[in-house]
């Protein structure tokens, strides 16, 4: 039988990538972080670490093992959760990115309150790479997470205890002044749009603009690089540039003066879906995933 506070203390070498570091992170010396790590291995048969001068790696084994341990952490993690919740209100904690807490969380939770009055929501605004961590480890019940190329951040079949679902394709608009040349278009190409000044909303898009331009022959001329999309909207308005935005931001941070054009093929897509814990079904989630799909399909195209 494994040892799971050995396994625990896997983790944390793993973590750190030092037994000296995890020593002082568990409180113990390194001597008996070593000793726990070689009792492990005597148990598995196995190494779990490889030890060289420049720190200390996993193996495979140690791979598949740390992988376990977190998801055993997960596990009691969310057990804690639910028996804290026992004899006390309903409550659900979500993880969202920006735009998709703007342009889609609140009409899904009004349609779930709708459904189920009383429940307690707790939402926290986190990029993807952070919010997968929180329904990993049972601080956040789902998800609402982004990426831009087909892959999605979890696939079937890994070892992470999360499930993604897809929820849209969030197909990306040039934001412009309403007085602009190309404001009566019905789309738009990257290539038509070589001589103008940017401004991004999304760090990500930044690279992903530069190589469809590349790929039109020209390079882009950036005016400001920003993390919010309704403020590139707002410097738009002010004529500092154009901007790409995908469809959900571009709802929710609709602003007076400004035309939205469809960017025309070949040209990026941000898809946006759910992520939850591969575990035993929870009535709540699945009343607020079905709540967003509804959003979802009430959803407006920007004119």
Known sequence: MIDVRRVAVLREVARLGSFNQAATSLRLTPSAVSQQIAALERELGAAVVLRSTRGVELTGA????????????????????????????????????????????????????????????????????????????????????????????????????????????????????????????????????ADERWVHGCLQIVDMLDHYAALAGFEIRTACRGTDYIFAQSLVRAEVGISMIPQVALTAGAQPGLAAVPLAPPCPCRYIGIVTPRRRPNPLTDALVRALHDTVAALPIPA
């Open 62 to 193: 140690g791979r598949v093992l740390v992988e376990a341990g977190e998801a055993i952490a997960a596990e009691l993690a969310h057990a804690e959760r639910e028996i804290a919740r026992l004899g006390t209100a309903d409550s659900l904690t979500v993880a969202t990115f920006t735009s998709g807490g703007q342009g889609l969380l609140p009409a899904a939770l009004t349609r779930f309150a709708a459904e189920r009055p009383g429940v307690e929501f707790t939402v926290m605004e986190n990029e993807p790479e952070d919010a997968l961590p929180l329904v990993r480890s049972g601080a956040a019940d789902l998800a609402l997470v982004y990426h831009f190329d087909e892959l999605p951040p979890v696939r079937p079949g890994d070892r992470s205890g999360l499930a993604y679902a897809p929820l849209l394709d969030d197909p990306m608009w040039i934001v412009m002044p309403a007085a602009h040349p190309l404001a009566r278009r019905e789309s738009v190409t990257i290539a038509e749009l």
